[in-house]
Structure formats: C-alpha cells, structure tokens
C-alpha cells in the first residue's frame, strides 16, 4: 500500500474527525454534568420549599397580663 491508497486517505480522515468529535464532547462533558447538578439540587430545593410552604403556622397565643397595681 502506497500513501496515495484512497481508502487509507478516507480512514485516516475519519480518524482524524472521530478524534475532533471526541475532543469536542469531552470539552464540555464536564460543564454539563455541572449544570446537570445545579439544575437537580435547585429543582429539588424548589420542591421542598414548596411543600414545607404548605403547612399551616402553628396558631398564636396572646396572653393579656393586668397591668401591675402601684
């Protein structure tokens, strides 16, 4: 085989661009499992958040002492 074989060309052309795309995800493959998390602990804080908005508050009690005598 001579480098001037058309189907070596095209296979390592392919390999050429394979490793572009890999390259190419593994860039933000990081930043997206990131923003994955964020999004997870911020829907779930928002849950939770709402469910305890749910409860009533517990009632009030206002106890009204007589002035002291003088």
């Known amino acids: 085989m001579s480098d001037s074989d058309p189907e070596r060309s095209l296979k390592l052309e392919l390999m050429r661009m394979d ?8 860039f ?3 930043p ?3 923003a994955i998390l ?9 849950a939770l958040g709402f469910k305890l ?5 517990p ?12």
């Open 32 to 34: 997206r499992n990131i």
């Open 28 to 30: 933000w493959e990081t």
């Open 59 to 70: 009632p009030v009690i206002v106890q009204v002492q007589p002035a002291p005598a003088h």
């Open 53 to 57: 908005g749910q409860n009533q508050p």
């Open 38 to 46: 964020l999004a997870t602990v911020g829907a779930l804080c928002t």
């Open 19 to 26: 490793l572009n795309l890999k390259t190419k995800q593994a």
